[in-house]
């Protein structure tokens, strides 16, 4: 798990509280990616980082807040949250190819993922 | 509406023997399809990726087959271990450049082997 890492593992927090999730990648890739895993459910992809300029958000809430300081470095910014989002939130990285470079399938590397309970 | 379907949602097998898994997929364009291993509370780790033009890829006891054609996949797991509990992921590329908006994830096969 050296390729991307995430932190806290676990945590605990109240609807009331501001947290923060940090991931970290060390494989040189230049895309980074949050997921929200619950259960029996699909991965549901919440935002994209390319080149550190946010390219995707999918209709995630506001209480969601990212924030990509370089191209190693990804953030969850937590306030306000709902017992209903109580997950497990990964992070992942991939090296996106530009447009008429081969193709390394742009395969997408998990962290261990931090188990979110919002009580 | 690229959809994902994976069966059996749970299995329950003896260490030691052999079983498939499947996915099926309603995905296009198709760039690639992946399969993922997920151990509870760990994020996934890839096992293969294939694309159109292959139908068989192994990565040591796990063997993923593909027909492009059915819009099928599975994943046969030989000789099973207790270390191969977990949930299994399909996952399906639509095609164009690569990002993970054209991925469409399948809610997995849980696997439990037992002694």
Known sequence: ETGVTQTPRHLVMGMTNKKSLKCEQHLGHNAMYWYKQSAKKPLELMFVYNFKEQTENNSVPSRFSPECPNSSHLFLHLHTLQPEDSALYLCASSQEGLAGAGSSYNEQFFGPGTRLTVL | ?115
Request: with cysteine; hydrophobic share 30%; net charge positive.
């Open chain 2, 1 to 115: 509406k690229n959809q994902v379907e994976q069966s059996p949602q749970s299995l329950i097998i003896l260490e030691g023997k052999n079983c498939t898994l499947q996915c099926n997929y309603t995905v296009s364009p198709f760039s690639n399809l992946r399969w993922y291993k997920q151990d509870t509370g760990r994020g996934p780790v890839s096992l293969t990726i294939m694309t159109f033009s292959e139908n068989t890829k192994s990565n040591g006891r796990y063997t993923a087959t593909l027909d492009a054609d059915t819009k099928q996949s599975s994943l046969h797991i030989t000789a099973s271990q207790l270390s191969d509990s977990a949930s299994y992921i399909c996952v399906v590329s639509a095609g164009g450049a690569g990002t993970a908006s054209k991925l469409t994830f399948g809610t997995g096969t849980r696997l439990q082997v037992t002694l």
